[in-house]
């Protein structure tokens, strides 16, 4: 009976620091740094979604979190081409129709920006970037 209630804990444990894991995971931001001119509009990232046999995924959905103190945001849908080769399946140079974030600063400074990307089904991706604007 002993041996039973510590599996059961064990098991109860194991799961638990799985959850606490994934949790963890999905909470995790993507960083990115920048170099931006006042006025001229420079390309964040391209964020792009491939279904498990690298076709067309949902486009993603951008959503502000902090905004820009020195700028604006802005999102076109546009071809997206992979640069990463761990990308789950889909091998690098393989592209899609994907949301292209924008930034345009009006002043010079730092700035410090965060958003979420999102598609039905996947898991959310938080962006933090950082921008020095000349």
């Known amino acids: 009976m002993r041996g039973n209630w510590l599996t059961h804990q064990a098991l109860f444990l194991v799961s638990t620091l799985v959850a606490l894991l994934a949790f963890q995971l999905q909470l995790k931001a993507d960083e990115l740094s920048l170099t931006a001119t006042v006025g001229v509009k420079v390309r964040v990232y391209g964020h792009v979604r ?43 140079g393989h592209s899609g129709m994907g949301t292209v974030v924008y930034y345009e600063a009006s002043a010079a400074g730092q700035d410090n920006f965060e958003y979420k990307m999102s598609s039905p089904g996947l898991p959310t991706t938080d962006w933090k970037v950082s921008a020095e604007v000349h």
């Open 50 to 92: 491939f279904a498990d046999d690298c076709s067309q995924g949902p486009i993603p959905e951008m959503t502000i979190v902090t905004k820009p103190a020195l700028g604006v945001l802005t999102t076109q849908t546009e071809m997206v081409t992979l640069t990463s080769p761990d990308f789950g399946t889909c091998s690098a």
